[in-house]
């Protein structure tokens, strides 16, 4: 299940900052997703499951979109706080780091998944928002996901993702906490490098 939705995740974000910034935040899904299917379906390498060229695609057209400070601190949790800035950044740099790992396995598994976008009503006002959509793939059954949304002065940014009501990041906090508790926010940052030098070792 965390495949898919990372995988969900990652299929969505592919699109250039300026279009990011004056777009709806349910056409910048959609959009985004019909770019990365065409590519991925197009791209004898990505197809193939290059490890290089999928994580390239992952670190610089993918993952620019999402919040990772905001994500970063929603996966800590209330460790957040006794955090130093020091500390803060990085955590956002080994959690994003992870992740970057973790969205290039998933785009390696893709095969011929569609993703339907719901449309959505949003208020001139409103800062947050709620995107869902639905994974689906021929002889299983659809799986909703949602993505948590904000407005930022560089456009619409993901703070989140819910596959049927997990979130991404609070996967991440029952681990976290622990790594805290026992051995403090150093513990969990020096935690993380561990877990993405091992990452980096097996490419």
């Known amino acids: 299940m965390f495949r898919k939705l990372v995988l969900s995740a990652a299929l969505f974000a592919f ?13 910048l899904v959609r959009k985004s997703t019909s770019e990365v299917l065409a590519m991925l379906k197009a791209d004898k390498d990505l197809a193939a499951g290059d490890t290089a060229k999928v994580e390239k695609l992952a670190d610089e057209k993918i993952l620019p979109y999402f919040n990772f400070q905001r994500m970063t601190q929603l996966a800590v949790g209330r ?3 006794d955090a130093t800035d020091a500390q803060k950044t990085s955590l956002i740099n ?9 969205y290039s396995s998933s785009l390696s598994q893709f095969k011929n ?27 299983a059954p659809g799986i909703p996901i949602d ?10 940014k993901v703070f989140d993702v819910l596959i049927d009501g ?3 990041v609070t996967n991440y906090r029952s681990s976290f906490a622990t790594e805290i508790k026992n051995g403090g926010v150093d ?8 877990r993405n030098a091992k990452n980096a070792a097996k490419k």
Not at 15 to 27: F, G, I, K, L, S
């Open 79 to 81: 460790g957040w706080r």
């Open 166 to 168: 997990v979130s991404l």
């Open 94 to 102: 080994e959690f994003r780091k992870l992740l970057v790992r973790t």
């Open 187 to 194: 513990g969990l940052v020096k935690s993380l490098s561990d």
């Open 113 to 139: 998944q569609q993703i339907e976008v719901r449309p959505l009503k949003i208020g001139p006002s409103e800062s947050e928002v709620v995107v869902k959509t639905t994974i689906s793939q021929q002889g």
């Open 147 to 156: 993505y948590s949304m904000e407005k930022t002065k560089d456009g619409w």
């Open 15 to 27: 699109v250039n900052a300026a279009y990011a910034q004056e777009t709806a935040p349910d056409e």
